[in-house]
């Protein structure tokens, strides 16, 4: 038992003298050689505990892949040719083979190419597989030509470092490049697609390494080396550190790749197995680096991932609105553009009730009100006008012509109360006073109840600025320039205006019943 322990204990001693010895084995400066009958290659530099080599710890943490702009390119394939002038498309549907065989992942606005004819908007989506492009084809294109719709900004990466980068050191980024493409090239600004993420990923779109901005201090972009592609062949960008001592173990560092002018291109979705909406993961890898341009051993390195994946098209459509109406107004005593009342007359939506007239004018049996209300979203506005059927017959009889043929209200054979005269028209106002005095006929004038929509005010050239309605009988127009009583050029809500009428009639009027219909129009252009 004695002997056995003893022979243990020579061999613990032994193995401590042997890695003792091993310490000094850099100080010959041996060569790297290979184990005989083995693929080992041993590097006697490594074995030393007096001159440690640079450690791969993986030690870096809190690391992220952030895309500014997350959501997949579109890349699909035209179902037959087209000729020049087209701008209806069908996409091909074959699976497997293109990156989008619907247009789920085509809203509208995006920019398109088909082809060569590049940077066309899609109009509108008709269904699963047919779009519509703002523009036509400007060249034909063949039945087995692609179509893309590039999403593209900046990646940035940010991580805290576990060990100190040396100066001279570096960081590498290794990026997920695409054996396969729609033109043959991983760095031409056109998306990729593969069967499987391993072997696709982003475009280059012609960057250099202006277009990387490395953290802030003493580093400086580095080289970038577009891959070939797949496994093993990834983009390579670096960052070179040249500070007058190292980078700390915990320090916060952060890379853009892309800028505004050159952004980074994201893949297309791969075209085997790939579910919308479920993203395509991709894995990139950091490294801190002890020599320039991402060479050198590595101190530490972690897997970071980006998973781009599919936009939502959020759609809604808001109808056409249009609100129009008529109030009717119990004046009282409230004053009316710019005429006072004590007992003024109350109207209704439907009516204006006169009631009984005569020459002698007052403002509380010869004024009414009615209010005229209007809402639309129409984005250009909107127009109220108005038309009489004819100026006010008696028994509704027709008052022929503008004007009466003899007097203040005859009308040919008929008997009637004029329109206001003094020079107005239905595109004109003339000032009606505050007093009408000789002035005969029927007629109105505005003001703005909310908003500023009125076409003219009653104040706006003398004290009743007044005009006619359109006549009807006498082939007057309501849509003439001015003649519309309510406008606005954009959407409004609740504007508002009061119509004051004015009648007046001279003493020798004929007795009788009269009347005449008003129609108002509210126009919204949408």
Request: aromatic content about 8%.
């Amino acid at each position: 038992m004695f002997h056995r322990r003893l022979r243990s204990l020579y061999k613990i001693i032994l193995f401590f003298f042997l890695v003792a010895q091993l310490q000094f084995v850099t100080l010959l400066d041996l060569p790297i050689f290979t184990i005989p009958g083995t693929d080992i290659r041993l590097n006697p530099q490594r074995l030393s505990l007096l001159k440690p080599s640079a450690l791969d710890g993986a030690g870096l943490s809190s690391a992220s892949a952030t895309l500014a702009n997350p959501r997949l390119s579109f890349q699909g394939r035209v179902s037959t040719g087209y000729a020049r002038g087209t701008n209806v498309i069908t996409l091909a549907t074959t699976p497997n083979t293109f990156g989008d065989i619907n247009t789920n992942n085509l809203f509208p606005n995006d920019t398109v190419a088909v082809g060569i004819n590049g940077n066309i908007p899609v109009a509108s989506i008709s269904s699963a597989t047919v779009f519509t492009l703002k523009n036509a084809l400007a060249v034909t294109v063949g039945a087995t030509t692609n179509i893309y719709a590039t999403q593209s900004g900046t990646l940035t990466l940010s991580f805290y470092t576990g060990a100190a980068i040396p100066v001279g050191g570096s960081i590498r980024i290794e990026l997920p490049a695409s054996n396969g493409s729609i033109s043959g090239s991983n760095v031409d600004g056109a998306p990729d697609t593969t069967a499987a993420t391993n072997t696709n990923g982003f475009d280059l779109n012609g960057m250099t390494n202006a277009n990387v901005t490395c953290p802030n201090g003493a580093f400086a972009a580095g080289t970038l080396t577009a891959g070939a592609g797949g496994i093993g062949a990834p983009h390579i960008v670096s960052c070179n550190y040249s500070g007058a001592v190292g980078i700390p173990a915990g320090a916060n560092l952060s890379i853009v790749i892309g800028s505004g002018t050159k952004p980074l291109v994201n893949p297309a979705p791969i075209n085997t197995g790939h579910t919308q909406g479920l993203a395509d993961v991709y894995p990139m890898t950091i490294y801190t680096k002890d020599a320039a341009n991402g060479t050198g051993n590595n101190i530490e390195s972690i897997q970071v991932r980006a998973a781009p994946i599919e936009g939502v098209l959020v759609t809604a459509t808001v109808d056409e609105t249009l609100s129009f109406q008529i109030s009717g107004v119990a004046v009282g005593s409230t004053s009316f553009c710019g005429v006072a009342h004590t007992a003024g007359l109350t109207t209704t939506a439907t009516s204006v009730p006169w009631g009984i007239v005569n020459s002698n004018y007052t403002a509380d049996k010869n004024e009414a009100v009615q209010q005229l209300t209007v809402t639309t979203n129409a984005p250009t506005g909107y127009n109220v006008y108005a038309e009489e059927n004819d100026q006010m017959g008696k028994d509704g009889v027709t008052c022929t012509g503008a004007a009466p043929s003899v007097g203040e209200y005859t009308f040919g054979s008929n008997t009637c109360i004029r329109d206001y005269a003094n020079a107005a028209t239905h595109t004109s106002a003339t000032d009606w006073t505050a007093a009408p005095g000789s002035n005969y006929g029927f007629g109105y004038t505005l003001a703005n109840q909310s908003g500023t929509d009125a076409r003219f005010l009653y104040n706006n050239g003398g004290a009743y600025m007044a005009k006619q309605f359109a006549d009807q009988e006498n082939s007057e127009s309501k849509y003439d320039t001015n003649a519309d009583l309510m406008y606005n050029v954009g959407p409004v809500s609740g504007s508002s205006v009061y119509v004051c009428y004015r009648i007046h009639v001279p003493a020798t009027q004929p007795a009788g019943f009269y009347f005449n219909k008003l129609k108002y129009t509210a126009v919204a252009k949408f």
